[in-house]
């Protein structure tokens, strides 16, 4: 879910459309109709006895869904409609477009046979519309956009989650329409997107979840979208083919000319980049009836299992990103080649000089310098004639060697991302706290967690929306809210000779917190960090965090207590069934109510399959002069 930059490559609007709205509405006066109205009556006559604007594609076309009060179509753009009630009354908006296309006094592509030429194709094929009765106008701006798009074959495109970007932690969806050339990357790729500048996190995630975003369609080409994704956010790209016709992909294209500069409200969990894009898929084959099937959450990797399961997929690809390719040939290498390399990108010697390297082992040295060379000018870590001079002398030191030892680099796809958990939580637990035996029910709707296994996840990732668990007594016979954790992320990047991002954290929610050795309340807590993590086939994933932590209570000496502190940690899949986490924590709070906090946790997670686990948990905190030591077996199931 990536920020918007305006424009549709080469896809333009000539007039603005807030002048064509008006055009419009002159245009379907009395006074602007043909003179064939008795024509135009029997159409309007036979769409009502028809009930048109009852018609599943008509709903498509409109984005209409049902809402309490009836039908309301889904953009917001008052330019899209050719009623004033069009937006919540399909019966007008249908009468308005038939009357529309008799309008002699905007011509050309201003006029709606054009302008919205997928609803015009409809009704001209169900009323059997006579074009001889209409105006005579020319699509120059449609025939040309089509003619450069050629739309034969459509493809869902997924890049995989961003986590150093609060706008693409969940992963993107954008369709790529390919014509006869056999170059894909010369193909258009259809985008909706929030149209936002904001660098702030947090204020990007409040916009997003309220709707104070506007989120528009582009068409650009394909490469573009690549070189972003795939080049320089380190972003691994999955590639379904879909099934559709040459018609059906062509009757995408030309809804997809109607939502040009159009504008719906953006909502991060719901009406966001992915739901959006289903409204082309339905349009070029409305029997999909795909949008009807979110309630709620819409996570993009919840599309592609959707469309998965509709049958349209034929096959799936993967695109390593630039970075998994790094990663990927350093691997093959020892820590002398590993070296040479990043000696030949830092320029302190040339690639005519490397010594002591087998003619294999300089072969990948020099690809791997190439790589690199290539990424860092993608982040403008260097300049253009830096790029070029040192580039050319890797490529001409690297044609030497030819093809020696046949050396390969077919990258192992991952597992498929539809493959992995779904993105809500259901989960069942007992324990034992301190000798109370406790029965705990918890839900979250999204997403994924460090202890969930991470096939086709982000290893490192944690995204965690709204989880909430409340825990029965036994002892006091009560029921109480435990969590309420409204945001739970982690990042853990591991540095390595080629990568040195950083890892971070931000937790904000509600919690139990200890205050004596028999009594705990609920909590606000706010709780960032930042730090470093690294790989290796000893200790797993593991990392060290420096972070604050604000707790805010009444029950608190002046309500608050602020402080600063540490954690460790280290995530390892002991088999493919089988994965331990376990972390400490050290906090001293400073200010409010001094104390200090000590916190060790380990889980054991246990996977049954795709959509079930178990988890064993122990726990021991320690807060001023009281502590607690936990146990907790918990059942979990994706949904």
């Not at 990797?301 to 997929?313: W, Y």
């Not at 300049?383 to 077919?410: A, D, M």
């Amino acid at each position: 879910m990536r920020h918007l930059r305006k424009g549709y490559g080469y896809i333009v609007l000539s007039l603005p459309l807030f002048f064509f709205l008006i055009a419009v509405n002159l245009m379907i006066t009395p006074s602007a109709i043909a003179k064939d109205n008795t024509y135009l009556d029997n159409l309007l006559r036979e769409a009502e006895e028809r009930k048109l604007y009852n018609d599943r594609y008509w709903d498509v076309l409109m984005h209409y869904k049902h809402s309490i009060a009836g039908k309301k179509s889904l953009i917001d753009s008052p330019a899209f409609f050719l009623n004033p009630d069009g937006k919540k009354n399909p019966k007008s908006e249908l009468e308005a477009t038939i009357k529309s296309f008799f309008a002699e006094d905007v011509m050309n592509d201003n006029h709606p046979k054009c302008r919205f030429i997928a609803r015009y194709t409809w009704l001209k094929d169900v009323l059997n519309i006579d074009e001889t009765r209409l105006p005579a106008v020319t699509c120059k701006e449609f025939n040309d956009a089509m003619s450069r798009v050629n739309p034969k074959q459509a493809v869902f495109i997924f890049p995989v989650g961003y986590m150093n970007s609060p706008a693409s932690m969940f992963g993107h969806t954008l369709l790529r329409i390919d014509s006869a050339y056999q170059s894909k990357l010369i193909s258009y790729a259809a985008n909706y997107a929030a149209w936002a500048n904001d660098k702030n996190g947090f204020l990007y995630a409040f916009k997003g979840l309220f709707g104070y975003y506007l989120g528009y369609f582009t068409i650009l080409p394909y490469y573009e979208k690549v070189q972003e994704y795939n080049e320089l956010e380190q972003r691994d790209i999955w590639e379904y083919k879909l099934n559709f016709s040459e018609e059906e992909v062509t009757k995408m294209v030309m809804h997809l000319w109607e939502l040009r500069d159009i504008y719906s409200y953006y909502y991060f969990l719901d009406e966001n980049c992915s739901y959006n894009l289903l409204f082309l898929l339905e349009a070029g084959r409305p029997s999909l009836n795909i949008t009807d099937k979110f309630h709620g959450w819409v996570i993009p990797k919840d599309t592609i299992r959707v469309i998965m399961d509709s049958g349209i997929v034929v096959s799936a690809e993967f695109r390593p990103a630039k970075a998994t390719k790094i990663k990927y040939i350093a691997s093959l290498m020892d820590k002398g080649s590993r070296d040479l390399t990043l000696k030949v990108v830092n320029k302190e010697i040339k690639p005519e000089d490397i010594k002591g390297a087998t003619p294999d082992e300089k072969i990948r040295i020099l690809d791997l310098s190439a790589e690199i060379t290539q990424y860092d000018y993608g982040k403008k870590l260097m300049t253009k004639v830096e790029y070029q001079k040192q580039f050319l002398s890797i490529l001409t030191e690297r044609s030497k060697l030819g093809k020696t030892g046949g050396i390969l680099y077919n990258i192992p796809a991952p597992v498929n991302p539809e493959e992995g958990h779904r993105s809500s939580l259901a989960g069942l637990g007992v324990g034992v706290k301190n000798n109370n035996l406790f029965y705990e029910l918890q839900y979250r709707p999204a997403y994924h967690a460090l202890a969930d296994f991470d096939d086709g996840y982000i290893e490192g990732s944690q995204i965690v929306f709204f989880n909430t668990a409340f825990r029965y007594y036994s002892e006091d016979n009560k029921l109480r809210l435990n969590d309420l954790d409204l945001i739970d992320i982690v990042s853990l990047s591991p540095m390595s000779d080629f990568f040195k991002s950083p890892s971070w954290k931000v937790k904000t929610g509600f919690t139990r917190k200890i205050f004596s050795k028999d009594k705990e309340y609920l909590i606000y807590q706010l709780n960032p960090g930042g730090g470093f993590a690294f790989n290796n086939s000893l200790t797993g994933l593991t990392y060290c965090m420096f972070e604050t932590s604000l707790n805010v209570s009444g029950r608190l000496e002046d309500s608050y207590a602020f402080g600063p502190g540490a954690s460790i940690g280290s995530l390892r899949l002991i088999t493919d069934y089988w994965k331990i986490n376990v972390s400490v924590k050290a906090i001293s709070y400073l200010l409010g109510e001094k104390h200090r906090l000590y916190e060790g946790r380990v889980i054991q997670s246990f996977k049954i399959n795709q959509n079930n686990s178990v988890n064993l948990n122990l726990t021991e905190e320690k807060v001023s002069d009281a502590n607690q030591t936990e146990v907790m077996l918990n059942w979990n199931h994706y949904f």
